[in-house]
């Protein structure tokens, strides 16, 4: 009993001890709480009296203190404003060093079989010094482009408030605002995309150029950068193309000419159009004489003797090709070693030059034929191999009209030439060419897929769903692969497109599988291509070889470039190919047969007839043909199985003259054992037998030694000479029967 009353209170006086540490912290917060009020109402207080001395009432303070109180707090949110803003224009440089590096790069093109077919860039160490262009030139360019040049801090801004009132009162855009260090930024670091977003992005780094360089030096890369036309850039390069000269050398009416294609060298390219170049030349005069810069008697010579440029209307450079495969080579550059410090190199790339010119005038005769009644004006090409190499590519129906590259970077929905990923995804889960599918209506939420002939058609199989287009069914395997789950199915069916090489973002839309996803003709191209090559996605790419100016080679794609990957079975990959060459002999391609040669692919058509496609392919080669316009304005109910067919069968038929046939998988085997003939003789001249891969390689070889005996002396020119005939390991049998063997599609040399 006495030792449960001891417990008792040892456990009261415990409690009690707890409540007055508690009360005690309780205490001491309460004072702390009651301090820290009551300083803070002393300190304001205080700092209340002490802001008294500086009251200013009455006029001082409406007119003083109020104006610039308001300015210091629009001025802080301005510049938090102005950093949100820069921050994105600032992201498009890496380092001073790397963007300046990056815009001397220079390139000669080759094509597969080493001709010269034209060059991209600024050779940085062989353009003329900004002293020794022509005063006349200077001054004209300023007149036209930027009068306050050397005034403002990279932005005009009278000039840009004048632009704006003049484009307003005209009701359209008739004037430019952009001063030269603007156009610069545009020219080093951004699109010509026409948007709020550029513009801000190209005033924030006319800004930091300014900081960074010279007036000088601005005005010197802005005349070596800008594209001049005809493919060229920088004025030196333009002068030499238009009249056969330096810059250095030009008069008073070039100058004016030259100056006058700043604003649209597609427009008043004397090649192009010499009236209008002429016309935009007076114009130019007209602002050297304003600008104060030159007198009317100056100029009087000028405009009675208008400069007269060279004739280059026959020339038939692949324009469009070579401006892909120079962003190819920027890409390239930048993963080479930093011990690669050359900037100026020779690439020999995989375009197949005879074959250019049949796509391009494939092109342009059927958009010649057939452009007007289907209200058709822009047409894409792209032609490659299938390791990946591109040999052809048309971006568009004029270059000397529109640069846009319509195959390489439009992006335009591809319709029912969509459905081949989505019955391989199929395949892949669980599908049979010969499983039973119903045409039947399904809808997804609100939206529910028509079929293009209005009806329905009731239960076939897989592979005639394929041949006939069938939308619902595809929509319906779509949900099926997804175990239900539209989504899900969606999904895979992305993850296959990717793949196989499709680029571009692909949109989870419930009209996916039927095409509404956009691309570009190069990625469906080459996704294409992984049909007839077992499974195997392969890389597009047109560089085949990189040398630098002295001949040292510094990258082959056969040793260096990315290696094809398994994407899906090779059964899969057969049946495709067995079910899209029915499309192609019995389906909506029947215009695209070859004679001689089995062929497979896929049409497509998208809604309102805005896009006309047909990809296909043979046991050689993969091509892609596109038919729109850039408005995305409807054609005149053009199809897939209509013009671009057809315009496919011209293309591949010039494609498969001299080479050996390959049969695609899963396919008959070609009937011929030679390529067809062109019928009507409406295209060029049969293509010449090509040399086999081995050709190519004995031939390249031989190549690099005689020029290495050509560069080096004396002796030494002895000894290579000794190395050539032992790494040369080839009899002449050998050799003649390396050379003379026909190409198989994979190479071709000198």
């Keep these: 009993m006495r030792e449960d009353l001891h417990k008792e209170g040892w456990r009261e006086s415990r409690i009690a001890r707890l409540k007055r540490i508690l009360l005690d912290l309780d205490s001491r917060l309460d004072f702390t709480v009651f301090l820290g009020g009551f300083w803070t109402r002393e300190l304001f207080e205080r700092f209340v009296v002490f802001m008294d001395r500086f009251h200013v009432a009455g006029w001082r303070r409406w007119l003083l203190v109020e104006p610039v109180s308001e300015g210091l707090t629009l001025g802080v949110g301005g510049l938090i404003l102005a950093l949100a803003l820069a ?33 991209r860039g600024i050779r940085h160490n062989d353009s003329v010094p900004l002293e020794e262009f022509p005063d006349h030139l200077i001054k004209a360019v300023l007149a036209t482009e930027d009068r306050r040049f050397y005034e403002h801090f990279g932005i005009d801004v009278n000039g840009t408030f004048r632009a704006l009132l003049q484009n307003a009162r005209a009701g359209g855009v008739v004037e430019g605002g952009s001063s030269i260090t603007q156009q610069l930024a545009k020219n080093l670091f951004l699109s010509n995309e026409r948007t709020i977003e550029r513009k801000i992005k190209e005033a924030f780094l006319a800004v930091w150029l300014e900081t960074h360089l010279t007036k000088n030096e601005i005005l010197k890369l802005y ?63 007209d602002n050297l004489v304003e600008a104060g810069f030159l007198t009317d008697g100056q100029v009087f010579g000028a405009r009675r003797n ?52 049949a796509a391009e005038n494939a092109v342009q005769q059927s958009l010649r034929q057939y452009g007007r009644a289907y209200r ?77 002939s209005g009806g329905y058609s009731g239960r076939m199989s897989v592979s005639q769903a394929l041949t006939r287009s069938i939308n619902t069914i595809a929509v ?72 630098t100016g002295t001949g040292k080679t510094i990258w082959r794609f056969d040793r260096d470039g990315r290696k094809p990957v398994q994407v899906m079975p090779p059964k899969v990959a057969a049946d495709m190919s067995m079910m899209m060459n029915r499309v192609v002999e019995q389906g909506t391609a029947r215009r695209a047969i070859l004679d001689g040669v089995k062929a497979a692919g896929k049409t497509g058509t998208t809604n309102a007839y805005r896009d006309a496609w047909f ?56 009937p011929a054992k030679i390529g067809p003939r062109i019928a009507g003789g409406q295209m060029d001249a049969p293509r010449p037998a090509m040399l086999s891969s081995r050709g190519v390689e004995v031939l390249s070889r031989i190549e690099r030694l005689l020029d290495q005996a050509a560069q080096a002396p004396g002796p030494a020119a002895s000894r290579v000479q000794g190395q050539r005939s032992q790494a040369v390991d080839l009899t002449p049998g050998e050799v003649t029967a390396a050379v003379g063997q026909p190409d198989r599609g994979m190479a071709a040399g000198n």
């Design 87 to 119: 921050l994105p224009a600032f992201d498009e440089i890496s380092s001073e060093e790397d963007w300046l590096k990056k815009s001397e790069l220079a390139v000669v093109f080759l094509d597969r079989y080493g001709n010269e077919v034209g060059s």
């Design 376 to 452: 058709a004006r822009q047409a894409a090409v792209v032609v490659v191999d299938l390791d990946g190499a591109v040999r052809a590519m048309v971006g568009g129906a004029d270059y000397g009209k529109s640069q846009f590259n319509r195959a390489a970077d439009a992006l335009r929905q591809p319709g029912s030439s969509f459905k081949p990923y989505v019955y391989a995804a199929a395949l892949m889960n669980g599908y049979k060419v010969n499983s039973r599918v119903v045409d039947s209506p399904v809808c997804i939420g609100r939206w529910c897929p028509k079929n293009y």
């Design 306 to 357: 208008p400069a007269k440029s060279l004739d280059r209307r026959d020339e038939t450079a692949p324009n469009y090709y070579l401006d892909w495969a120079f962003e190819e080579m920027r890409k390239l550059v930048d993963t080479f070693p930093k011990s690669i410090t050359e900037r100026a190199f020779v690439v020999r790339t995989t375009l197949d030059t005879p074959l250019q010119k």
């Design 615 to 670: 990809v296909g392919y043979t046991g050689n080669f993969v091509c892609g043909v596109w038919f729109g316009n850039d408005d995305y304005r409807p054609l005149a109910r053009m199809t897939g199985g209509s013009v671009p067919a057809m315009t496919w069968r011209a293309v591949m038929a010039h494609a498969h003259q001299g080479v050996e046939l390959k049969n695609i998988p899963g396919v008959a085997p070609n």
């Design 476 to 547: 319906k395997l779509s949900i099926r692969i997804g175990k239900g789950s539209p989504r899900r199915g969606r999904a895979k069916i992305v993850k296959l497109a990717r793949a196989m090489g499709l680029r571009t973002p692909l949109l989870d839309t419930p009209s996916l599988p039927i095409g509404a996803a956009e691309v570009t003709v190069l990625d469906h191209t080459v996704a294409y291509a992984a049909f007839p090559n077992a499974g195997k996605a392969v890389p597009a790419h047109g560089v085949l070889e990189v040398r």
């Design 223 to 285: 005349l070596d950068r800008a594209y001049m036309g005809g493919g060229t850039y920088g004025v030196d390069a333009a002068a030499q193309y238009y009249f056969g000269k330096s810059a250095r050398d030009v008069d008073l009416p070039e100058a004016a000419m030259l100056a006058g294609l700043f604003k649209a060298p597609g427009r008043f390219a004397p090649h192009i159009n010499l009236p209008a170049a002429r016309s935009r030349a007076n114009v130019v005069l």
